[in-house]
């Protein structure tokens, strides 16, 4: 009888850890594909900032640099395999474009607009001026929205495609503006093209000069790197102080519904740097990179990842406590643009970790990290390969994650799906109104 009790308990032990591994093995990346080959496409240089578009993922944007000052900006469709060039362009009155030299990362509207699917990004068709310009995936032609010998980079679109921030030296050194009422000056530029449209580039003066520009950061150092709540209450930024006579950088949270408030300082930690902080898609945490302080906005490409715990009003979404959780690991290799990497549920980050000759992705599950001297890795890459940048897709229904390689004296582009494309979720995992929906999935 003891024996068959025995046996019995042997038997679920062993059912117990085929179950276990089998959800492990879940939470791998799967179906792992190459879709972009720099030398199979014939594309010269660097490949860097690449992004997936929300309204389609089929759709993944990257940036080509050619002798360390041609930068061209590329979309991709993994659907028909078609490569489209955005910048630089050659047609005689787009002369701004052949002259880029800094184009940067595509910054894709999280929504649809009149049936399209929207873009923003930065391109200096005359060199020393670097300006904002809108476009989409159906119509050949782009919208200046900023103008003058400034700076103008890192715009950002709001959740739900109304409004845009940037950042902009138009002030002497750095600071944040807000662009309201997206839809209209969208539909101004489609009434431009109907009238000129032997014009490629759209310059409309009371858009570009900055009129209905609204300042929102007034900071003597430089502001960066915005990043929006999933709501779209607040915006989280990284800011350049003086402290003792030392630079430092620290994150910001600004309340977008009281712009006019000072913004509150969510690391001030005069020992380290606070760099391209992210939002999870839940709204409850904020993860950034960690460098020593003191090197004056000057961010090595191996830092530290940590986050931060934030509790809002269950009635306002105002937040009223943070707390920060410490480094989850170091040696990390930071995206060029866009800031870590959610995973699925915002339970995981999937980043590039310096480790010996290796630079593998990783996955790490959060809910496991109040002690973080026990990180669980949920993934972990050996290929003999430099990954570089990653980029994700999440929705209620899919997960999809891009990233960058260089092997074999070649920059390629991979595809895979986290926990096998199969989401076990809630409908906090992508943010979602309480007010639209609490179901579960």
């Excluded at 309204?55 to 990257?62: A, G, T």
């Excluded at 310009?133 to 739900?160: C, E, K």
């Excluded at 845009?164 to 000056?185: A, K, T, W």
Aim: with cysteine; proline share 5%; glycine share 6%.
């Amino acid at each position: 009888m003891f024996v068959s009790i025995l046996k019995i308990c042997l038997y679920l032990i062993t059912v117990s850890l085929y179950i276990a591994g089998a959800i492990y093995a879940n939470e791998q990346l799967n179906d792992i594909r190459k879709v972009v080959s720099a030398r199979e496409y014939h594309l010269r240089g660097e490949l860097v900032n690449i992004a997936i578009s929300p309204v389609n993922p089929d759709i993944i944007s990257f940036e080509s640099i050619e002798d360390g000052n041609l930068h061209r900006l590329w979309w991709f469709d993994l659907d028909s395999q078609d490569l489209v060039q955005i910048t630089p362009r050659t047609v005689s009155n787009n002369e701004f474009f052949w002259y880029a030299q800094s184009d940067r990362d595509i910054n894709w509207c999280p929504v649809k607009i009149n049936g399209k699917n929207w873009f923003l990004f930065v391109s200096s068709g005359i060199e020393g001026e670097e300006n904002i310009y809108l476009g989409n995936t159906q119509d050949n032609y782009f919208l200046r929205l900023t103008s003058g010998r400034y700076v103008d980079h890192h715009p950002r679109w709001s959740p739900d495609g109304e409004s845009f921030v940037y950042v902009s030296s138009r002030s002497g050194n750095g600071d944040i503006y807000l662009v309201n009422n997206v839809r209209e000056l969208i539909e101004r530029f489609e009434q431009e093209i109907d009238e000129r449209p032997e014009f490629r580039e759209i310059v409309i003066e009371e858009i570009s000069s900055g009129r209905h520009h609204i300042r929102i950061t007034d900071n003597p150092g430089m502001d960066s790197f915005p990043d929006w709540s999933p709501d779209g209450r607040y915006i989280v930024y990284q800011g350049l102080i003086r402290s003792d006579d030392i630079l430092n950088l620290d994150l910001f949270l600004l309340d977008m519904k009281n712009i006019s408030a000072p913004p509150v300082n969510i690391t001030e930690n005069p020992e380290h740097d606070a760099i391209q902080p992210k939002w999870s898609y839940d709204r409850q945490s904020i993860a950034y990179y960690v460098s020593p302080a003191g090197r004056g906005g000057d961010i090595p490409a191996t830092v530290h990842l940590a986050y931060i715990d934030m509790e809002s009003d269950t009635v306002t979404g105002e937040i009223i406590s943070f707390s920060g959780k410490g480094t989850i690991d170091a040696n990390i290799r930071r995206n060029n643009n866009t800031g870590p990497l959610w995973g699925p549920g915002s339970r995981s980050l999937l980043y590039v970790k310096s480790e010996g000759n290796f630079t593998p992705v990783l996955m790490y599950r959060l809910s496991q990290c109040n002690d973080t001297t026990n990180v669980s890795t949920l993934r972990e890459s050996r290929l003999d390969i430099i990954h570089r940048e990653i980029a994700g897709y999440i929705s209620p229904e899919n997960a999809l994650v891009a990233y960058l390689t260089y092997e074999e004296q070649d920059y390629r582009i991979y595809t895979a799906r986290p926990c096998g494309g199969a989401l076990i979720r809630k409908s906090y995992d992508v943010y979602i109104s309480p007010e639209v929906s609490t179901n579960s999935y």
